[in-house]
């Protein structure tokens, strides 16, 4: 049943791909908007000279120009109209430069089309653009094409205006600093300081003074005045790593300080003003901590005011390729040294791997290889330790592995064991078949011998 609301609402869809125009031109219809497609930014702008629509729902990458420059050309004829960007090509830079020039939100394809009808009836309630910054934002390193991802860089882009804190959650080796990073370059207090500590590093009793600073006599060994890190950081972002293993004293002090807002270096009789934006990391489950004791709750939820969970390397399959060629190509520039090529067989040995500790162990395993493989082409047996064989073992043994995993859920009283079963499997071969043709979806349709839509679609099932 199509919405009263939206009956004569008009949505623009620009995009040069005709199957995604005639897609988003029926699931749109049928929701009961008027709308209208186009093929380029020449076509959009002549038809702005005579109207306007209410959405504007766009492709970033058209043949003529790049889809954003609508979003100036919008704002110099004072059209006050949300925009919907869409992209195949994702990465954060991209997502927080669209966040930045004011897109309303943004959509990776191969998109799923509740997903898209959903945005468009909240940019429609709401009917109206947000506030442009003029601020150019540092590049980052954070790679990733995969679903969980993208909703990273996503929620990167949206909060690139605020300076609201933000707890980053996930395993070790994950990249939780270097997320920390990117939502300070994003940031309006991007020109101020960076300054992490890790609070696991630190022993519990100076842990107070590195933090907030001391006078000079205030503990034996204290000969002369120390800025701690809120002073280093004012202006700026401060960093606190490994929030779970702070001690319960500093956590009540840390507590009032993201209160107040001022502090006393130890030993101190000066109120300093805390002009700092936190972003704590950790990977305990804090909330467990809550319960045993070891975490203040109020705490928790001063930190936790938008969290962000980092997805481990094992969830992310699908950026291994993309992670080790990265990694490989800046070893080998770092080292002066020839960069390796990955060889297919060998792409599917590293997304057979557990990685227990995550992408800085890839990125320290594709340091080895730069030095330690003897040819240019990686071949699986170049691949240091247990890994090869491991994820061998476990490609040899999978029918036994699937057979495990059939009678643990049984056991557990789950139905529809064979939906779920076919399901993984699909996964499973979609995303080698993407590893051995090198992210060519239509070779990799080919070998599977399925069509290309078809491959797009569930990937993006299984994605979600």
Known sequence: MNDSSASRETVWVVDDDEAIRFVLERALGRAGYQVTAFSDLASVRTALEQMQPELLVTDIHLPDADGLELLGDLKSAGHDVPVIAMTAFSDLDQAVTAFKQ????????????????????????????????????PRNRLIGDSAAMQEVFRTVGRLSRSEISVLITGET?????????????????????????????????????????HERGAFTGAHARRAGRFEEAAGGTLFLDEIGDMPLPLQTRLLRVLAEGDYYRVGGRDLLRADVRIIAATHQDLEQKIRIGTFREDLFHRLNVINIRLPALRERQEDIAQLARHFLKRSAAEMGLEEKRLRPETIRVLEGMPWPGNVRQLQNLCQHICVMAPGEQVLPEDIPGDGASAAARNSDDWENS?????????????????????????????????AYTDGKRVEAAKVLGVGRNTLSRKLKAVSE
């Open 102 to 137: 004011g897109v309303f939100d943004y959509i990776a394809k191969p998109f799923d089309l509740q997903q898209v009808l959903s945005v468009v009836k909240r940019a429609l309630a709401g009917n109206g653009s947000v506030e442009v910054s003029e601020t150019q934002a």
């Open 173 to 213: 080796g994950t990249g939780k600093e270097l997320l920390a990073r990117a939502l300070h370059d994003h940031s309006p207090r991007s020109k101020g300081r960076f300054v992490a500590i890790n609070t696991a590093a630190v022993p519990a009793d100076l842990l107070e003074s590195e933090l907030f600073g």
């Open 402 to 434: 699937l057979k495990h995993w059939a009678d643990l859920e049984l056991a557990q009283g789950t139905e529809d064991l064979m939906a779920e079963a076919r399901e993984k499997l699909e996964q499973a071969l979609f995303r080698s078949a993407l």
